[in-house]
Every structure is written in C-alpha cells, then in structure tokens.
C-alpha cells in the first residue's frame, strides 16, 4: 500500500497562474482533508469531504476550490495564486465511523512557492 | 475551538533524557490524539487516549489524559536523535475534523 499520495512535490509559480494539487489514497478511507503549513506553524485546514461526493470550507479556503473525483482523489485548486499561498500542503485521509475521529493519516506534502 | 495548544514551544534535552510536553484544550472531546512530524514530511499518528482513558502506553511513549483540567501529556523515555521533531496535539470531539497547534519543537541532543 502506498497509503497517501501527493503530487506535485514542489512547484513554483508566478502570481495570477492556476494550478491543481492532486492527491490520492489506497485505503478505502471515506473522509480526505486539505492542509496548509506556513514555517514555524501548525496546520490550518483547507478543506475537507468526508464522504465522496461531499465537500466542505475548513478553516482557510479563500482563493481554494476542491474536488472528490471519487473515493481514492481529492484535489486542490488554485484559480490565481497570490503569493501569501505560498505554503507547504499536505492532504491526508481518515478511515472508519463519521463522528467517532481515529487516526489521520498524511502524503509527504507538496511545497508551494508563489513568486 | 477544538484546537490543542502545545507547551513548551521548543524543548531541548541530551540523548537518553525523558521529553515531556503538555496539551490543554477547551471543549469537551471523544478522544485525544498526538502526531509526530519530522522536519519536512508530513505528520504521522504516534498514539490515540479516549475520554474514559487516563493513561496509555506505546513503546517508549506514555500519554495521560485529565479531562477535569482539559489537558495531556506526551512522555518520550530515553530519548533518542530520532526522536528531534514537532509534535502536536489535537483534541478530537463533536468537530468533523482535526485542528492543529502550533506543535512543541523537540531537539535530542547528541
């Protein structure tokens, strides 16, 4: 099992360009989650779909749009970064109950500067 | 708010020393949850306490849980150079989902 997989892993881009992360998971998890990190920083959440099909605003989704292509993908959209975008983003998935929170687990991050 | 708040910031032992760092929260929760994150990847699920769970053991880990203060503690024995990451807290409760803090920065010493 690959677990939770991203792509890119790093990206640069010029303000005003678009661009998608992609993500992917292998566990048959219902429920995937975007975040970002700034330095010196916890992670703040993007957005979420806790089933296929459903998507919801975590806490930071100005300038983000997602998809839940399916029950493996969920992807991250930039429809025209700006350089406070510049973070790294992580997606992560959870698998079992709704309402009864197990573990997260998480892909290896993709690093996202906005020049 | 479900976030967790990590104290210390930062800490700093010698190799074989105990690490210990602190969570408090502010609603009531389901369970408690604490992550790793090397430098650079992404966080990894270290050790799950429910709300009817005082303490729990995993390896060289040890988590307590005092609801009545709202707050928890992550205990890393013998500490090892491996062990220099973030961790962080996050309180897990009526929320569909996790909140972060800013994490306890944890340097082993050689």
């Known amino acids: 099992n690959a677990g939770v997989t991203q792509t890119p892993k790093f990206q640069v881009l010029k303000t005003g360009q678009s661009m998608t992360l992609q993500c992917a998971q292998d566990m048959n998890h219902n429920s995937m989650y975007w975040y970002r990190q700034d330095p010196g920083m916890g992670l703040r959440l993007i957005y979420y779909s806790a089933s296929e099909g459903t998507t919801d605003k975590g806490e930071v989704p100005n300038g983000y749009n997602v998809s839940r292509l399916n029950k493996r993908e969920f992807s991250l959209r930039l429809e025209s970064a700006a350089p406070s975008q510049t973070s790294v983003y992580f997606c992560?998935?959870?698998?079992?109950?709704?309402?009864?929170?197990?573990?997260?687990?998480f892909g290896p991050g993709t690093r996202l500067t906005v020049l | 708010s479900q976030q967790g708040e990590e104290d210390p910031q930062a800490l700093s032992i010698q190799e074989g020393e105990n690490a210990t760092m602190n969570c408090s929260y502010k609603?009531?929760?389901?369970?408690l949850q604490w992550y790793r994150q090397n430098s650079g990847r992404g966080l990894v699920h270290l050790i799950l306490i429910r709300s009817n769970e005082r303490e729990k053991h995993s390896g060289r880990l040890r988590v307590t849980l005092d609801t009545s203060k709202k707050s928890s503690s992550l205990l890393i024995t013998a500490s090892r150079a491996a062990d220099t990451a973030s961790y962080f807290c996050a309180p897990s409760g009526s929320a569909r989902q996790l909140t972060f803090g800013s994490g306890t920065q944890l340097t082993v010493l050689p």
């Open positions: 992560a998935s959870r698998g079992g109950l709704a309402g009864v929170f197990n573990e997260q687990f």
């Open positions: 609603t009531s929760i389901n369970n």
